[in-house]
């Protein structure tokens, strides 16, 4: 499996961003997708998720209403349109897979995925 993440950017506080991942060499249908942001010194942390199959979601609370995750199932493509920018929203942007329907419990966690793409820049200007 290989993802390709595009998309990132410098926005100002309140603008709006849409990352995508690609995805190629994938041989399951029920795999999940999901979002994942690093700031500089800090963790990996989750963003949102997507169940390929039924398209059901998740989000990271601090994202919920801002953030929405969508597919492109033609064109193997996940998306992150990112609205309402804040300043603690930068960091790089790495688009996961898992080769497997995720439970709740585990979507959050990046040892659950199988699959990284390189990452994207994101920075939010006050």
């Known amino acids: 499996v290989q993802l390709q993440a595009c998309g990132g950017g410098l926005v100002q506080a309140g603008g709006s961003l849409r990352l995508s991942c690609v995805a190629s060499?994938?041989?399951?249908?029920?795999?999940?997708m999901a979002w994942f942001r690093q700031a500089s010194g800090n963790e990996r942390e989750f963003v949102a998720a997507m169940r390929w199959y039924s398209g059901s979601t998740h989000y990271a609370d601090s994202v919920k209403g801002r953030f929405t995750i969508s597919r492109d199932k033609a064109k193997n493509t996940a998306y992150l349109q990112m609205n309402s920018l804040k300043p603690e929203d930068a960091g790089v942007y790495y688009c996961?897979?898992?080769?497997?329907?995720?439970?709740?419990?585990?979507?959050?966690?990046?040892?659950?995925?199988?699959?990284w793409g390189q990452g994207t820049q994101v920075t939010v200007s006050s």
């Open positions: 060499g994938i041989t399951s249908r029920s795999y999940t």
């Open positions: 996961a897979l898992s080769e497997s329907h995720l439970i709740v419990s585990v979507l959050k966690i990046p040892g659950s995925y199988n699959a």
